[in-house]
């Protein structure tokens, strides 16, 4: 199985950037489907990207279309959330997660196998 580890998150200005990373290890991460979820206190855990095994789809929730951009380099085991124009309602602890390559993405955190330690993301105006 796969093991998945977050980083990037921090502390930004609102309209600034930041990119999260999740390093995979363990399996290659080109066997998975991997999305980008995001839990802000007090509220359930939100999806916010997702992409397939070889990078040909992604998917984005309303809330960051335009903004956020999900990308995978298979090669080097990683997958990336690339975020801009930050507002602080995009602040939480985000989360890498995995599920079989077989399976299409889903907006659903219950159908990821695999999850990431969260990353915090505060972005302050």
């Known amino acids: 199985q796969v093991q998945l580890l977050g980083s990037g998150g921090g502390l930004v200005q609102a309209g600034g950037s930041l990119r999260l990373s999740c390093a995979a290890s363990g399996r290659t991460v080109s066997s998975y489907t991997m999305a980008w979820f995001r839990q802000a206190p007090g509220l359930e855990r939100e999806f916010v990207a997702a992409i397939t095994w070889n990078g040909g789809s992604t998917t984005y929730s309303d809330s960051v279309k335009g903004r956020f951009t999900i990308s995978r380099d298979n090669d080097k085991n990683m997958v990336y959330l690339q975020m801009s124009s930050l507002r602080p309602e995009d602040t939480a602890v985000y989360s890498c997660?995995?599920?079989?390559?077989?399976?299409?993405?889903?907006?659903?955190?219950?159908?990821?196998?695999?999850w990431g330690q969260g990353t915090q993301v505060t972005v302050f105006s």
């Open positions: 997660a995995a599920r079989p390559r077989a399976l299409r993405y889903s907006e659903s955190s219950q159908l990821y196998d695999y």
